[in-house]
């Protein structure tokens, strides 16, 4: 099946510095990935949807000047936590669709652990 | 309101037990309907999904689910668990990658 990366798998850093977080589709091309955030015992929460040459679309609460997504490539698509917080410690995870279809499989990376101290 | 809840967040079962985890959905349209399972490192792979058609649907690793459009259900079920099964299992509802997920359900299984 199609793999999808994620990289670092985990990271410390400190509050106000800035984070970059790669999502990479290995063996298929995603024009529109997405980037879900989850609290420890909970569920995953979908944040945007990265466009491939275009802007992000943001879910309703959520901060874009806060969480820069980047979809450089039909293969890529970076997530920035900017001046990161002890809040915004998470497990953020991507996922890139499979086909076009409303139904197709998204296959989800491994998730990048994020604390901020 | 577009939600997924899973009313059991934890789950222990003996090997070799039958397993029932429970999903209930409220969604505006007609749901496509997931089961995800996430295990420690890995990402989350897709046990089974329901869009149309039989509302008994297979996956892999021996699950399978049924879609009740009255009950708005949407439960996992696997006739004998494996050890290998102790994992997190999510149920999701959505369409085009956006994805609305229940809470989670945690299965552990005992020897």
New interface residues.
């Given amino acids: 099946g199609a793999v ?1 990366s994620q990289h670092p ?1 985990r990271v410390i850093c400190k509050s106000g510095t800035s984070v970059k977080i790669e999502c990479r589709s290995l063996d298929f091309q995603a024009t ?1 990935m ?1 980037w879900y955030r989850q609290f420890p ?6 944040m945007a ?1 990265s466009n491939e040459g275009s802007k992000a679309t943001y879910e309703q609460g959520v901060e874009k000047d806060k969480f820069l997504i980047n979809h450089a490539s039909l293969t890529l698509s970076t997530l920035t936590v900017t001046s990161a917080h002890p809040e915004d410690s998470s497990f953020y ?1 991507c ?1 890139a ?1 499979g086909g076009s279809g ?2 197709d ?7 990048t652990r994020l604390t901020v101290t | 309101a577009q939600s997924v809840t899973q009313p059991d967040i934890h789950i222990t079962v003996s090997e070799g037990a039958s397993l029932e985890l429970r999903c209930n959905y409220s969604y505006g349209a007609t749901p496509y309907l997931f089961w995800y399972v996430q295990s420690p490192g890995q990402g989350l792979q897709l046990l089974l999904k329901y869009f149309s058609g039989d509302t008994l649907v297979q996956g892999i690793k021996g699950f399978e689910a049924e879609f009740k459009r009255s009950q708005s259900s949407f439960n996992l079920r696997k006739p004998s668990v494996h050890w290998s099964d102790a994992a997190e299992y999510f149920c999701a509802v959505g369409a085009n990658g956006k994805l609305i997920f229940g809470q989670g359900t945690t299965l552990q299984v005992k020897p």
């Fill in positions: 999808v798998s529109t997405f015992k909970q569920s995953l929460m979908l949807t995870i996922s669709p409303p139904s499989e998204q296959y989800f990376g491994p998730g």
